[in-house]
């Protein structure tokens, strides 16, 4: 079965499923997963009573898909009562672990002692402001393939560490109470001042690990272009995806070419054919998923205005200037042909004088 005999889907199944809490929004490096999330996110906040969208990407876009400056802290959206945003780097600073002093800087040094826990530490701390703040739904514009997938694996991987650490209380628990004596320290180093925080920790990450794999409150919406290394990347994607139990059934096919009535060019007709190619594999390997594609556009989508105007292919199929079949397509296309015609004949008299000269 061709593409063309395929029914175009969109992503309205997720508009539609009202008890989803978090969304992540994925894929290769350059697909326009920003330009996706952004979008996904205004569509949400359409049909929820407040969104807010969170980039986790170190090199971070969402100031200049929408135009407008954003921080750490939660800011509404220019044009928007109940759409905030907010930009984030997981590979935080331990000044915004903890503090300078106290059991805030135990946690800091402790950052410092275990690799990769300054990156689980700020995640499970982002995860707890973002539960205290009560949106509706939540949507992550994440980093590239390989950097989110370790995100992804933060929760599950934290909550069987603090698991341990909790296990070992029996064992330890007497010798830090003896060394807190010791060396002098009060009771905010106790015992029970360290076991309180990792316990509050761990119930955190404890919520949010089974939050991400209910299908019902998550899920991942997968970011792609019609070429090799990005269905390459996907399906990698994919199968991770369903290592760590986290639901995925939505792909969004970015930057098609559509073949237009008036498209002449060799090039562009090239690419379209290796497009199709790649198209089909994606119908064929996902056809339980819910795969929308998106036009290439000659412009780049930034500001609000733009971001609402290219929405509309999200919710209802593109239709290409073939499908419209609008008067001012026909006579488009009929001022094309008379130019081709026209050029035609000035080449063939041309041939006709210079056989009559011979």
């Known amino acids: 079965m061709s593409t063309a005999d395929i029914p175009e889907e969109t992503i309205r199944?997720?508009?539609?499923?009202?008890?989803?809490?978090?969304?992540?929004?994925?894929?290769?490096?350059?697909?326009?997963?920003?330009?996706?999330?952004?979008?996904?996110?205004?569509?949400?906040?359409?049909?929820?009573?407040?969104?807010?969208i969170i980039s986790t990407d170190p090199a971070h876009n969402l100031s200049d898909v929408f135009q407008q400056r954003f921080t750490k802290a939660p800011t509404l959206v220019n044009g928007f009562s109940n759409l905030y945003?907010?930009?984030?780097?997981?590979?935080v600073e331990n000044d915004d672990i903890g503090g300078n002093d106290g059991m805030d800087s135990l946690f800091s040094e402790l950052s410092n002692a275990i690799p990769g826990i300054d990156e689980a530490m700020s995640f499970a701390e982002m995860l707890k402001l973002v539960q205290t703040m009560g949106y509706s739904c939540i949507v992550f514009d994440t980093a590239p393939t390989g950097h989110t997938l370790r995100l992804l694996q933060l929760p599950s991987a934290l909550e069987k560490g603090l698991q341990k650490l909790m296990s070992l209380k029996s064992k330890f628990g007497g010798l830090i109470s003896q060394m807190t004596?010791?060396?002098?320290?009060?009771?905010?180093?106790?015992?029970?001042?360290?076991l309180g925080?990792?316990?509050?920790?761990?119930?955190?990450?404890?919520?949010?690990?089974?939050?991400?794999?209910?299908?019902?409150?998550?899920?991942?919406?997968?970011?792609?272009?019609?070429?090799?290394?990005?269905?390459?990347?996907?399906?990698r994607l994919v199968q991770e995806l369903a290592?760590?139990?986290?639901?995925?059934?939505?792909?969004?096919?970015?930057?098609?070419?559509?073949?237009?009535?008036?498209v002449e060019s060799k090039l562009l007709k090239a690419r379209m054919r290796m497009q199709k190619k790649y198209l089909d594999q994606f119908y064929m390997l996902y056809d339980d998923?819910?795969?929308?594609?998106?036009?290439?556009l000659p412009q780049e989508v930034t500001g609000v205005e733009a971001l609402?105007?290219?929405?509309?292919?999200?919710?209802?199929?593109?239709?290409?200037?073939?499908?419209?079949?609008?008067?001012?397509?026909?006579?488009?296309?009929?001022?094309?042909?008379?130019?081709?015609?026209?050029?035609?004949?000035?080449?063939?008299?041309r041939h006709r004088k210079g056989k009559q000269k011979v």
């Not at 004596?181 to 360290?194: M, N, P, S, T, Y």
């Not at 761990?202 to 990005?230: A, G, H, R, Y």
């Not at 998923?289 to 290439?296: A, E, G, H, S």
Request: overall charge negative; proline content about 4%; aromatic content about 8%.
């Open 181 to 194: 004596r010791l060396f002098g320290f009060d009771d905010e180093f106790g015992e029970d001042a360290i």
């Open 13 to 52: 199944n997720i508009l539609d499923q009202e008890t989803l809490k978090w969304v992540f929004v994925g894929g290769k490096g350059g697909v326009g997963k920003t330009t996706c999330s952004s979008i996904l996110s205004i569509l949400l906040a359409q049909v929820r009573s407040s969104v807010l």
């Open 289 to 296: 998923f819910n795969i929308t594609k998106l036009p290439l």
């Open 308 to 349: 609402k105007e290219f929405s509309r292919n999200f919710v209802s199929p593109y239709q290409p200037s073939t499908s419209r079949g609008t008067v001012e397509d026909v006579k488009r296309r009929i001022s094309t042909l008379k130019l081709q015609l026209e050029d035609t004949e000035a080449e063939l008299d």
């Open 243 to 262: 290592k760590v139990e986290i639901d995925t059934h939505n792909i969004i096919i970015n930057q098609v070419l559509y073949d237009e009535e008036d």
């Open 197 to 235: 925080r990792l316990e509050g920790m761990k119930d955190v990450i404890e919520k949010v690990n089974k939050q991400f794999k209910d299908p019902d409150l998550t899920t991942f919406v997968c970011v792609c272009i019609p070429e090799f290394l990005s269905l390459y990347e996907t399906e």
């Open 85 to 91: 945003a907010m930009e984030v780097d997981p590979n």
